[in-house]
Each structure stands twice: as structure tokens, then as C-alpha cells.
């Protein structure tokens, strides 16, 4: 099925308040994560809601086994990347772990520096009422803030595992009032990730912000994946939720044995490639 057309196409720069009418009027958000000025560039002219300079750029782009080790200068580095390249979509950066974790005045001096350095739209961060004092700061310097629950990849060793999220009721109960809390406190959107499909729903409809899924079923209003997982460009990672759009990775690597094949046999350059 071909979507049509979207009632906000014409919208010359998605803010907060763009993604806020479009849950009101059923209308489903993209988002895909970008760490560079190219894939931005090609995400943002490809129609994109949301860009997510997510700090899984730890593991797609530094090659860490977790989005741990990735520092706030290697994430400023990367969001000033894709917001020069970006001019539609709303971008978000996400605060890295350690830098808002334990002192909320911490957590707003890393926000207003990914704001000042980057010129981001917004900040993600993970965690719900026990990160609850360093949202409520960043917001009250006027930092929108997204945020994140379900499986949150920077507490992997305390969960030990990248399994589901949330199935029994005391795990979805605390989901569901922290984000009932996050809403009250003024976050602007929520990602939910890796949670059975009909708590999303259930959270989608209870709250008024939009509500983005990664794994959370199709109930919730918009959706967002890691761009080098849905392009095929990384293999190792397959989990029942992801789908691969394209086959990156086999024509990347056709493109580089053609082109060792042609050096080789002194097949490039042509006639008409050289001066
Ligand atoms: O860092 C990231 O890419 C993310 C998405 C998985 C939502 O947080």
C-alpha cells in the first residue's frame, strides 16, 4: 500500500508543535537516526519527520559492542554534522550516558551544549522517574525534551540482556507511570523501544504526546529504526523488529570488487576518464 500524500509535506521546518498536530490528526511520524552531513542531507530531501542522532552511532559508527563509550564531544561532533546538512526535519540528539545520570545540573550543562554546539531542535534522554529531576531542568531552560523508555541500551548491564521489555505487570506499570510523568513534566515526545506491542498501544492512547515505537507494535504514532539496521549495512544485528529496506552491505561490497577488479586489469581509468 502507497502512502498518498501528507497533510504537512508543505511544512518548510517540522518543530515540536508540527509532530504534536500530527498525532492529533492520525498522522503516523517517521523517524531514522543520522550521524554524518550525507545520510542527513539524503534522509531530510527523502521526506524524513524526525532525524535521531541517536547515540547508537557507539556502536554503527565507532564499532563499540554498546552505546556506552560514546563521549558528548563525539556526539556534538556528530549532530553539528547532520543539522548543517538537515533543513526540514526536526532534529534530536541524544544525551550520552554519564552526562545526566546522577546531577541534574549536570544534565543541563550537557543539554545546553548540544544545543549551543549543534543547533539541534531537541535532546533525548533515557530513563523515567529516577532521571525525573534532570528532565525537569533541562526543560526549564526551554530544551525540548524526548524520552526514552522500554529497553534503554545505556543500561544494558543492568538488565544484562537485550531481551523484551516491560512483559510482566510490574515492569509495564512503572513504564506506563513514568510516562505519564514525563508527559506531566513537559516532555514533547516519548520513544518507547523493544515492548510488547499492545502495552505501546495502551501508551499511546493514554497520553497525548506522540509516542514513537522501536519495537512497540503498530498502536503507537509514529516509528523509528537505526538507519544502518534498515539499509542492510549492518549485518550481526536482526532482531524480530527490524525491517531491512535494502541490501546495503552485498552492493557496497559488488561496488569494491568491481572496482579492485578494474584497477587490476587496468580497466580504469578510460579513455574518458582521464585529461
Ligand atoms: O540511539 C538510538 O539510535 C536510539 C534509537 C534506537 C531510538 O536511541
Do not use: W
Not at 544534565?107 to 545546553?112: G, K, R, V
Amino acid at each position: 500500500m502507497e502512502f498518498k500524500a501528507s497533510k504537512f509535506a508543505g511544512v518548510s521546518k517540522v518543530t515540536t508543535h508540527v509532530l504534536q498536530e500530527m498525532k492529533n490528526k492520525n498522522e503516523k511520524i517517521a523517524m531514522l537516526t543520522a550521524y554524518d552531513f550525507s545520510m542527513g542531507r539524503l534522509l531530510d530531501q527523502g521526506g524524513i519527520d524526525v532525524v535521531l542522532v541517536g547515540d547508537s552511532a557507539s556502536n554503527v559508527m565507532a564499532g563499540h559492542t554498546s552505546t556506552l563509550p560514546i563521549t558528548l564531544n563525539e556526539m556534538i561532533y556528530h549532530g553539528v554534522s547532520v543539522v548543517r546538512a538537515v533543513k526540514r526535519a526536526l532534529v534530536v540528539v541524544d544525551l550520552p550516558f554519564g552526562t545526566y545520570q546522577g546531577n541534574s545540573k549536570e544534565a543541563l550543562t550537557s543539554a545546553i551544549r548540544i544545543m549551543k554546539e549543534t543547533g539541534a531542535d531537541a535532546v533525548k534522554i533515557e530513563g523515567g522517574k529516577e532521571i525525573l529531576e534532570s528532565v525537569q531542568r533541562i526543560l526549564s531552560a526551554g530544551i525540548p525534551v524526548m524520552g526514552h523508555l522500554g529497553l534503554t541500551p545505556q543500561s544494558i548491564h543492568k538488565f544484562g540482556t537485550y531481551v523484551v521489555r516491560a512483559t510482566e505487570e510490574a515492569e509495564a506499570n512503572k513504564l506506563i507511570d513514568d510516562a505519564h510523568l514525563l508527559e506531566e513534566v513537559g516532555c514533547f515526545s516519548i520513544v518507547l523501544e523493544k515492548i510488547p506491542a499492545k502495552l505501546g498501544t495502551r501508551v499511546a492512547s493514554e497520553l497525548k504526546i506522540p509516542i514513537i515505537g522501536i519495537g512497540a507494535g503498530p498502536g503507537v504514532d509514529g516509528q523509528v529504526l537505526v538507519l544502518h539496521d534498515m539499509l542492510g549495512i549492518t549485518q550481526e544485528f536482526s532482531p524480530r523488529f527490524l525491517r531491512r529496506y535494502n541490501d546495503l552491505s552485498t552492493q557496497i561490497q559488488n561496488s569494491v570488487k568491481s572496482y579492485i577488479n578494474d584497477v587490476k586489469m587496468v580497466d580504469f581509468p578510460n579513455e574518458k576518464e582521464q585529461y
